[in-house]
């Protein structure tokens, strides 16, 4: 259990990192339509965060268990979120340097904003479900770590009424 909630919890991680990656992208597309260009920099910053993004929302999602997968899933399919992949595409392969972002501000802004909304949620509900299965594996590690320190207390008390015995008796 308590190797499963870890894997878990890099899951959630690694899936936070990828959503931070999709908000990088999102500036840098602001930048470069408020400028109406890309520079060479800015272009590759923002392929680089679009694929990292996915990447990591890919690696995150496989770390969770299949019920997690499953609404990961459905969320992919929506079309908040399959019309921002096709946007990404679209920058993937028709943006160039120098060149006015292939897509607009205004078709971008209100598909990037629902798909982000859904994969917070999405987040905000892995992590509830997780907490609720890690509390039982939590509750357990604090009562061994109780008991442990208890036996030490113990063994630390009675060392001492020997040892205090011994040097009476001597």
């Known amino acids: 259990d308590d190797e499963q909630v870890d894997r878990e919890i890099r899951g959630l991680t690694t899936v936070g990192r990828g959503q931070e990656y999709l908000s990088r992208a999102d500036s840098l597309l602001t930048g470069a339509n408020t400028a109406r260009q890309f520079t060479a920099e800015s272009r590759d910053e923002l392929l680089q965060a679009i694929v990292t993004s996915r990447f990591l929302l890919s690696e ?6 299949a019920s997690e997968r499953t609404t990961y899933q459905r969320l992919s399919n929506s079309t908040a ?5 096709t946007l990404q595409a679209t920058l993937i392969t028709y943006s160039s340097a120098g060149a006015a972002p292939p897509v ?12 982000a909304q ?3 949620a999405f987040e905000i509900n892995a992590t509830d479900a997780l907490t609720e ?9 604090l009562l061994r770590l109780g008991a442990a ?3 030490g207390l113990a063994a ?10 011994l040097g009476r008796s001597i």
């Open 104 to 115: 607009a501000q205004d078709v971008w802004q209100p598909t990037y904003d629902t798909a």
């Open 118 to 120: 859904q994969l917070r």
């Open 149 to 151: 320190g208890l036996l």
């Open 81 to 85: 979120v399959s019309r921002l992949r």
């Open 60 to 65: 995150g999602v496989a770390e969770m268990p």
């Open 156 to 165: 630390l008390a009675i060392s001492i009424i020997v040892s205090v015995r």
């Open 133 to 141: 299965r890690a509390t039982p594996v939590a509750v357990g590690v």
